[in-house]
């Protein structure tokens, strides 16, 4: 009677037939009445006690099957449900103990008892104990709390903030915050109280080393420093006064403004006003007119605008009156009254005055320039020329107006800068240089010559020919070129006659080539190609003849398929494992054959002290 062998899940895996072995999993499943079973069964039982250890996993698991890996030291489950290609999970366990576990493996954790710390190993990191690489947390063996601290805190207008605590020796040393505030006395620690974005060390704590960025203060400048006689704490920039300059300029009567001493710009102004007010200076308004009390002086020329009041001559006798005021006069003498309009002159500013060497009449607006000393003055260097008034220094001090040009021309001049003229050109002596560009003569074929009769200056290109020959390369021939006979080497031309011959069964063979491309992609592309590597269930080891019970594997057909598609099948030897010695009375055999559902195939030494493999390639029709 057949056995039904079902999965733990009710599942059915298969039906199996009495004195029949199934091995479609990686141990062999005996049926009822086998002979030769006791083989088979202890192998499944050591298999089984082993967990498949082998540095390649099992080639026919089943999900849940457990299995070691010698070459990583690793224990792993077979998941099928998992999509990717490889379908073995590694098993994770902890080992937890003082010191590290002997003979680990990649991915082997371990949980540090007495720092209460976990570990895992990956072999090659440097910066560890043996190739343990620290998880976490950081700690320091026979320390208090040794690390940098995620927490949050509360400030004190009643709102959490998230910090960083470096903790060293179970003491908080710095705190890291993106935000400020001031920690609520709920929540104090030690050293901190009102907290800034950015790094804060704790009032007990010290930084030593060089720092990059900007202090508030500093034990240099806490204390405010005079330079030449200006405070300077660090806080703003300072100028000092041009100490060269020995003599201040003072402002004096009628200009308003700072003494100028050359240390920056001041700006001085006339006092003056358009209404009558005394002690200033007159200036008109906007319309042009000004108040005064009585001008006395003496009108030379014509008066536009109007009079206001009587305007008597020396003797007292009235030159003009109010009656004719608006109208134009010619004054000749003094002017008793009140005047106005404007006066061409004044006796004040009537003879120009100097204001540090600058002419000031009253006309128009002057600049005031600081002197400088002697010495520290502009002076004209080579291919500057200068233009100053008579009687400047040497150097320009600022305090005659000059003009500097540079010393350059377009005509062939000795010691002048070359320049330009108003058409971009200049004449030169000789010029001694690498030139780029092109010169309209040259010594050189300044005189034309004649190359196989044909004039050649060098402004444009020559070809030397003879036209009664055809060139070896571009030639155009008028006439047809007769070849003496059919090629008999690669380089030979050919004739039409020769490649019109060749040309049928060419096509011929091409046609026929593609029609069996066609037909090699029509059958890859509806075919199911099945491929793999497979250890036999057992083998045997006997001298002398091959034992078909054990040492084979079966191939079955992949989902959808049936043994009435299976077009090709190919196995070959993958692996062989010799024992004793290699003679004349050892065989090989790798082969297959085919039954009613599924491919066995056989691969042997008749000498081994291992389970065999094959690979093998599967060919499926559509």
């Known amino acids: 009677m057949a056995y039904q062998v079902n999965k733990w899940n009710g599942e059915q895996l298969t039906v199996l037939e009495d004195g029949t072995i199934n091995t479609t999993t990686d141990i062999t499943l005996v049926g009822r009445n086998y002979a030769g079973y006791g083989e088979y ?8 006690l ?14 849940g099957q457990i299995w070691y890996d010698t ?8 998941d099928s449900s998992i999509t990717s290609a490889v379908k073995w999970k590694a098993i994770a366990n902890a080992q937890v103990s003082e010191t590290s576990p002997a003979n680990p493996g990649k991915g082997d954790l371990w949980f540090k008892s007495t720092t209460e710390q976990l570990y895992v190993y990956d072999g090659t990191t440097p910066f560890n104990t043996n190739g343990w690489s620290l998880i976490g947390p950081e700690a320091v063996q026979g320390y208090a709390d040794t690390r940098l601290v995620s927490a949050k805190i509360k400030g004190g207008n009643n709102t959490f903030y998230p910090i960083s605590k470096l903790v060293v020796d179970g003491t908080v040393v710095a705190i890291i915050s993106k935000n400020i505030f001031t920690i609520d006395q709920t929540e104090a620690i ?8 950015g790094l804060n060390i704790s009032s007990s704590a010290n930084i030593k080393g060089s720092l990059i960025g900007n202090a508030s203060t500093a034990t240099k400048l806490l204390t405010a420093r005079y330079i030449n006689g200006q405070l300077f704490d660090g806080t703003q ?3 000092i006064a041009n100490q060269n300059v020995p003599f201040k300029l003072k402002a004096g009567t009628h200009i308003s403004g700072a003494d100028f001493d050359g240390s920056a710009e001041i700006f001085w102004s006339v006092t003056a006003s358009s209404t009558n007010q005394s002690g200033r200076i007159v200036v008109r308004n906007a319309n042009g007119d000004f108040a005064a009390g009585v001008i006395t002086a003496e009108l030379v020329g014509n008066v536009t605008g109007d009079i206001k009041g009587d305007v008597k001559a020396t003797n007292g006798t009235t030159v003009l009156d109010s009656g004719t005021s608006g109208s134009d006069a010619t004054f000749t003498g003094s002017v008793t009254g009140n005047v106005t309009g404007n006066a061409s002159t004044s006796s004040r500013l009537l003879v120009s005055r100097n204001i540090n060497g600058v002419p000031f009449d009253g006309t128009q607006d002057i600049t005031i320039v600081a002197p400088v000393g002697a010495g520290a003055g502009l002076t004209a260097g080579l291919y500057i020329q200068r233009s100053v ?15 500097w040009n540079i010393k350059a021309t377009a005509a062939n001049s000795g010691d002048f800068i070359v320049a330009r003229d108003g058409s971009g050109n200049f004449a030169a002596g000789t010029i001694t240089a690498a030139l780029n560009g092109n010169a309209a003569t040259a010594t050189k074929l300044q005189t034309v010559r004649n190359i196989n009769g044909a004039p050649f200056d060098g402004t444009a290109d020559l070809t030397i020919y003879d036209g009664t020959k055809l060139p070896l390369a571009g030639g155009v021939m008028s006439g047809y070129l007769t070849l003496s006979a059919d090629p008999v080497s690669q380089m030979h031309a050919t004739t039409k006659k020769y490649a019109d011959a060749l040309i049928p069964p060419i096509n011929t063979q091409i046609a026929n080539l593609q029609a069996q491309i066609n037909q090699i992609i029509s059958s890859i592309q509806n075919n199911t190609f099945v491929s793999g590597t497979t250890y036999t269930i057992s083998f045997t080891n006997q001298v002398g003849s091959f034992n078909d019970s054990a040492n084979f594997f079966d191939v079955f057909p992949p989902a959808g398929k049936t043994m009435s598609q299976l077009l090709a099948f190919i196995p070959s030897a993958a692996e062989i494992h010799f024992a004793g010695g290699v003679n004349a009375d050892d065989s090989f055999r790798c082969k297959y054959e085919t039954l009613a559902d599924r491919v066995r195939v056989r691969v042997q030494n008749t000498e081994q002290r291992s389970r065999p493999a094959a690979n093998w390639l599967a060919i499926w029709s559509q």
Not at 71 to 78: A, D
Not at 190 to 197: R, V, Y
């Open 50 to 63: 082993e967990n498949f250890a082998a540095n390649e996993p099992p080639s026919k698991p089943v999900t």
């Open 41 to 48: 069964q202890n192998e499944n039982f050591l298999f089984l």
């Open 389 to 403: 008034q008579p009687g400047a220094p040497a150097e320009y001090l600022g305090t005659y107006p000059e003009t």
């Open 237 to 239: 920039n300072v100028t």
């Open 190 to 197: 030690s050293g901190f109280s009102e907290i800034t974005t």
């Open 71 to 78: 070459n990583t030291k690793t224990l792993n489950v077979y």
